[in-house]
């Protein structure tokens, strides 16, 4: 073979290996820090509060190209839980309803990962919450992806929302006075150690 096909094939299967790795899925820990789940009710038609679910643990995997490749598992420890009002904080913690002792994590674990137009992903997957297991789909908006500022490594950023019955879940007490209908958003950021290579 002629020098210059020589180089031109040779080229052309760097080329291929670069795109190959560049399209590669990525690994990202969720940042706790910069990571709130937030639950909203409705409390006998007068007022919409809040609990936030902060100090959460997990993995991100996401493909670009492939979405369906894509996956998402997260614990969060129940000890994170704020509504700032220390009393219905307890009260949240006791056996009327989460029961921390017995059940101090909730998980989530994907089973699919579908692209649901531009910057929009749709994500099946499992909700467990105390010995209670139910399909969540979350509707996902990815925010950002790319290096931070302030290290370079490649970083992405999602928010999602779903509506859980927390009935379904041994959380009903108070139900339907209080929504058994309970609004859940997640913002989420996380980082990759690096890029593929």
């Known amino acids: 073979m002629p020098r210059s096909l020589t180089r031109l094939a040779f080229g052309l299967a760097l080329g291929a290996l670069a795109t190959s790795a560049a399209a590669a899925p990525l690994t990202y820990t969720i940042d706790a820090t910069h990571t709130d789940v937030i639950a909203q009710w409705n409390h006998l038609g007068f007022s919409n509060p809040t609990a936030h679910f902060g100090q959460v643990e997990g993995t991100i ?3 670009a190209d492939d979405v369906s490749a894509s996956s998402v598992e997260v614990r969060i420890p129940l000890s994170g839980l704020n509504s700032h009002v220390a009393r219905f904080d307890e009260h949240l913690r ?10 101090p994590v909730a998980t989530f674990r994907s089973t699919a990962v579908e692209a649901a137009g531009e910057g929009r992903l749709k994500v099946s997957g499992e909700l467990t919450i105390k010995d209670a297991t139910r399909p969540v789909v979350l509707d996902v908006a990815l925010n950002k992806a790319g290096p931070h500022p302030r290290n370079n490594r490649p970083t992405i950023g999602f928010d999602a929302t779903t509506t859980v019955l927390r009935s379904e879940f041994g959380l009903g007490r108070g139900a339907p006075a209080v929504s058994d209908e ?4 997640i913002t989420t950021e996380a980082q990759a150690e690096s890029a593929p290579e």
Do not use: G, L, Q, S
């Open 94 to 103: 006791n056996a009327d309803f989460f029961e921390v002792e017995t059940f």
């Open 182 to 185: 309970v609004k859940i958003r």
């Open 61 to 63: 995997v996401y493909d």
